[in-house]
């Protein structure tokens, strides 16, 4: 094979010879790269990402072991909590006023049973959605009724009865 190859070149002029022997130095290297070299690094790339996000599923999961492990017995019973006082027409006001819905309210009323009856005109939905959410927090006061309409795209009119936890 290299006699064959040796006659092929002795048949070449000098300046064909050089031209073959720079594409050969050349391309063997980019051929190198794109074939071996670019496919191995994107693997290895791969296979890091790989291993990355297993350990972070590793972490996470010995996060919920933590979790669980502080958990209480199931055969134990859970203590006894009473629940909040009811914070009255002063600490339902605060709350609207620290969710930036005041403005929205319409009517803000003691109701019987010790209950509170609030009523929104035009309203952000979301906002009124996030307080509601937010009420169970300390609040002493649950959701005993809760209806709304679409005035606009984001907007509602709502009337909410509350009534207390104890």
């Known amino acids: 094979m290299i006699a064959a190859l040796a006659r092929l070149l002795a048949r070449r002029s000098k300046r064909e010879r050089t031209l073959l022997a720079l594409l050969a130095l050349g391309a063997v290297p980019v ?9 191995l690094i994107e693997a290895r790339a ?19 072991q933590v979790e669980i492990a502080a958990l209480p017995a199931p055969d134990t019973a859970a203590p ?18 620290a969710a930036d819905l005041r403005d929205a309210v319409s009517q803000l009323a003691n109701a019987p049973d010790r209950g509170v009856r609030l009523s929104f005109a035009e309203a952000p939905f979301a906002g009124v959605m996030d307080w509601v959410d937010a009420l169970g927090d300390g609040s002493g006061y649950r959701v005993a009724a809760l209806t709304f309409e679409r005035v606009s795209p984001g907007l509602i009119d709502a009337e909410i009865r509350l009534e207390p936890l104890r």
């Open 31 to 39: 051929a190198f790269v794109g074939l071996v070299a670019l496919p």
């Open 46 to 64: 791969a296979a890091r990402a790989e291993l990355d996000a297993a350990r972070a599923t590793r972490d996470w999961y010995a996060a919920r």
């Open 80 to 97: 006894a909590t009473e629940p909040p006082a009811p914070v009255g027409l002063g600490g339902i006001e605060a709350r609207l006023i």
